[in-house]
């Protein structure tokens, strides 16, 4: 129980009127707290880069709009989708965004919301419509990066082709990112493909990674930091590449050049969902539509080499060649079918750590 200023047991006792209590209450509150309490949204998302861009150049612009304080949860996306699994039915978290593999496992389990409808939706390319309860606010490109001048001193035409993994010129000289990680799995999906398989059938894929690919390998890297130093050391030459780390080796002055292989990059989106139970769905779902706003998706492609979903984003040229801009290039990624594989992914896991990267 708060101390109140109730009588003293010393003096005769008088009871209170209800009304009095009420009143002393009141001004307890008043003088001990704010007459209101800010009210607060918790967005979740990755951290680093990522997060410092949320939280210099686009959050305070909607803090200011909506009159709220905005807490940005920093995590990889695994670890988000782990928070919401925890915190089930009774969340912390207004907003995440994660990769779109996490993501479509979230709506798997029922934690977000159905989004609510505005305009801004019609703007957006097709691609970026997960589901009611989810949509993109950026898209990557998983493709091929390559040391442009170690190609040329060799004589070696470019990549061109997801079957370029597998050519023995590169025996020893290529980085791959293993299926833990998205672009190692978005790359086992494709192999699987384009022999005959695919999310459904993807024997032929390991087959591939194993056999084909596997003999060029230097190092399976999960951690796109280290992928960088052995392509700055010259231990590789080429590696499986997301557009937006690409950009990021690219902005030290290293002459790696990115391509989209002929069959198609592969998108990875990054999406956002309001989550269910929602104490401030209204925001949630504000904040959200702000993030696909023109100006905020400028940010993002400018800050984080994160391509607009939004189609009436407007690029300078220098920006836009780093990124799957515009219809032609957004139109022709390829996409993965998520409800297929999440089911399976810890079996692949499991299988891959005992017959591929041993």
């Known amino acids: 129980m708060n101390s109140l200023d ?13 009304s009095a209590v009420a009143i002393a209450l009141t001004l307890a509150a008043m003088g001990s707290a704010p007459a209101f309490a800010e009210t607060t949204l918790y967005v979740a998302g990755v951290g680093g880069s990522t997060e410092q861009m949320y939280k210099n150049r686009v959050i305070p612009a909607f803090e200011k709009q909506h009159n709220v304080k905005v807490v940005y949860v920093a995590g990889n996306s695994t670890e988000t ?66 040391n442009e001048e170690a190609f040329k001193k060799r004589g070696w035409a470019a ?41 459904k059938n993807i024997d032929p894929g390991f087959k591939a990674l194993k056999d084909e690919i596997g003999p060029n390998v230097l190092a399976w890297v999960s951690a796109p930091g280290e992928m960088d ?22 902005g030290t002055g290293f002459p790696l050049k990115f391509i989209y292989p002929k069959e198609g990059g592969i998108a990875l989106q990054v999406a956002a969902c309001s989550v269910t139970p929602n104490a401030q769905s209204e925001l949630a ?20 080499g994160f391509a607009p979903v939004n189609q009436t984003v407007k690029l ?14 957004v139109n022709a990624l390829i996409k993965v079918d998520w409800e297929s594989i999440n089911p399976q992914r810890s079996e692949w896991t499991t299988r891959w750590n005992r017959t591929v990267e041993r």
């Open 81 to 146: 989708l782990a928070k919401l699994q925890a915190q089930k039915g009774r969340q912390q978290i207004n907003v995440a965004m994660m990769d779109d593999g996490p993501m479509y496992q979230a709506l798997q389990m029922g934690l977000c919301e159905k989004l609510t409808d505005a305009p801004i939706y019609k703007d957006l390319y097709p691609l970026a419509r997960l589901s009611p309860e989810a949509t993109g606010i950026g898209v990557v490109a998983t493709g091929i990066g390559y």
């Open 6 to 18: 109730l009588p003293s047991a010393a003096r005769p006792f008088r009871p209170f009127h209800r």
């Open 159 to 199: 990549p061109d082709s997801w079957e370029n993994l597998t050519d023995p010129r590169f025996k020893q000289l290529l980085g791959m990112p293993p299926v833990t990680n998205t672009y190692g799995l978005h790359t086992l999906v494709e192999m699987a493909r384009l022999r005959g398989g695919g999310e």
């Open 285 to 304: 779902q504000a904040f959200i539509q702000y993030v696909l706003s023109p100006e905020v998706q400028e940010i993002q492609a400018r800050e984080n």
């Open 316 to 329: 300078p040229d220098d920006v836009a060649a780093r990124m799957p801009y515009g219809p032609e290039k």
């Open 229 to 250: 130093g052995m392509m700055q050391n010259g231990d590789i030459v080429m590696a499986v590449y997301g557009s937006g780390r690409a950009v990021a080796l690219q």
